[in-house]
């Protein structure tokens, strides 16, 4: 009978080997962090101590001053070129304020150079808000808004605060302040600037003649305001029916502070009511009576004891509501507080 012989060493070799595949495998996905951590912390082959770094020194210096030299080369460009110099200036909003002079003085800042190197009219460096400070300081400005539009414009939009008034007294026109006090006179009041009313009468003298006589009944001062405004600048016009003296010395009260205020109020108002287009404006009497005429023909009449905002805000309820945005033909009374009149 046949017997097969088994070679029981060589299977347990072969199991061995077997054995130890396996723990190995699985030794490899237990331990992958382990086996990670030697990957990462073998320093590798050591460096030849012999070994010269002189040509990877010299490319870094190199590298080091090509960066510098490019820096500075885009600051100069940046600070002296003509492509990034405010050339173009926009100004707009002014009335009464020069634009010349305006003009002057932005360029006067821009063109001073800070440490004697670095102008002021570069793009990047001008200072907005150096510039505001200035023109602010030095002309009767409300709010001022700066723009720089890149690469070389500068827009400049000015809202004027009001420094003075035209006070006219049916002879001449003077300055006044906004505390009402008096500044200078600017000129007489023109013949043709009065309109006369007149009646003519008859009579006999004792030789049996007729004499023909004639009388002023009524006149009435209508102001030039075209012609003020471009001989003196386009400021409220206040003409004082009452006949205020006409010899004044400098900073005599002229007008009491709160009416100077209050004919600020409404002009600055009606300034923003398009269909309005203010003239001037009448003190009828001491009362505190106040009509403000328009380039259309009617007027607006108002009283200094009630708040200029209250009468205002009538007003802009009458033209929109009773009158949709039309103009009366005649007057809109704003005098009483409880009752509005418009013809």
């Known amino acids: 009978m046949y017997r097969r012989i088994v070679n029981r060493h ?34 590798g082959r050591e460096e030849n101590p012999y070994a010269t770094h002189e040509n990877s020194t010299w490319k870094k210096k190199i590298y080091a001053i090509t960066i510098v030299i ?54 990047f460096i001008s200072n907005i808000d150096e510039i505001k400070f ?14 720089k539009k890149f690469p070389n414009n500068l827009n400049v939009t000015i809202e004027e605060r009001l420094s ?28 043709y600037e009065w309109e006369y009313t007149t009646l003519t009468t008859t009579s006999t003298n004792e030789q049996g003649e007729i004499e023909i006589h004639t009388e002023i009944v009524e006149q009435i001062h209508k102001p030039d305001i075209h012609a003020i405004i471009q001989e003196l600048g386009d400021y409220p016009i206040v003409y004082d029916d009452a006949q205020a003296e ?10 009491e502070r709160k009416t100077v205020e209050y004919i600020i109020d409404w002009y600055n108002s009606l300034k923003k009511m398009t269909q309005i287009q203010l003239k001037y404006f009448i003190i009828e009497n001491t009362i505190g009576d106040i009509t403000i005429q328009t380039y259309q023909g009617w007027s607006i009449k108002t009283r200094l004891d009630r ?14 509501e009773k009158l949709h945005n039309d103009i009366p033909s005649s007057y809109i009374d704003l005098r009483y507080a409880d009752r509005i009149y418009w013809k």
């Open 134 to 147: 200035v023109l602010k300081d030095r002309y009767p400005i409300e709010k001022i808004i700066l723009e």
């Open 307 to 320: 708040p200029a905002e209250t009468q205002i805000g009538e007003l802009e309820t009458i033209l929109q």
């Open 10 to 43: 060589k299977l347990k070799k072969q199991i061995g080997r077997n054995i130890y595949k396996s723990r190995s495998f699985l030794h490899s996905l237990l331990h992958k962090e382990d086996r990670h951590r030697r990957d990462f912390s073998w320093q």
């Open 70 to 123: 490019s820096l500075l080369l885009t600051i100069c460009i940046g600070i002296y070129s003509n492509t990034f110099k405010i050339q173009h200036i926009s100004i707009r909003g002014l009335h009464r304020i020069s634009e010349s002079d305006i003009r002057a003085t932005i360029q006067g800042i821009l063109n001073y150079k800070e440490f004697g190197l670095f102008p002021h009219y570069s793009y």
């Open 164 to 191: 003075t008034l035209i006070y006219d007294n049916g002879k001449e026109y003077s300055y006044i302040d906004l505390n009402g006090n008096f500044i200078e006179t600017l000129r007489k009041v023109n013949e």
């Open 246 to 255: 006409d010899t004044q010395s400098q900073n005599d009260p002229v007008l």
